[in-house]
C-alpha cells in the first residue's frame, strides 16, 4: 500500500516537472528567437551603413566614427553569444 503511494506521488512529481521544464525550454526559445532577430537587424543596419559610405568619409569623421565602432561592437558581442553551425 505504501509502496502504490510513493510510486503514484513519484509519476505525479515527474509528470509536474516535465510539464515545467517544456514551458522553460519554450521560454528559452522564445528569448533565443529575439536575440537572433536583434542580430540580424544590427547585421543589416551595419551592412546598410558600409554600402552607403563606400569612400569612408562618415566612418571617418569622429562625430559618425562613434556610431560605426558602436555598431561592430554590438555585432561581435551578438555573435559570440551563440555557437555557429559548420557546414561541411
Known amino acids: 500500500m505504501l509502496f502504490e503511494i510513493t510510486i503514484a506521488v513519484l509519476v505525479i512529481f515527474s509528470g509536474f516537472i516535465s510539464y515545467m521544464l517544456m514551458l522553460c525550454l519554450r521560454r528559452v526559445n522564445q528569448y533565443e528567437n529575439f536575440i537572433l532577430k536583434i542580430q540580424q537587424i ?3 543596419a551595419t551592412h546598410r ?5 563606400v569612400r569612408g568619409h562618415y566612418e571617418s569623421d569622429d562625430e559618425t566614427n562613434f556610431f560605426f565602432q558602436q555598431l561592430k561592437d ?4 551578438l555573435n559570440s553569444l551563440f555557437e555557429t553551425e559548420k557546414e561541411k
Request: negative net charge; proline residues 0%; glycine residues 0%.
Open 49 to 53: 551603413l558600409t554600402t552607403v559610405d
Open 42 to 44: 544590427i547585421e543589416i
Open 74 to 77: 554590438i555585432q561581435e558581442i
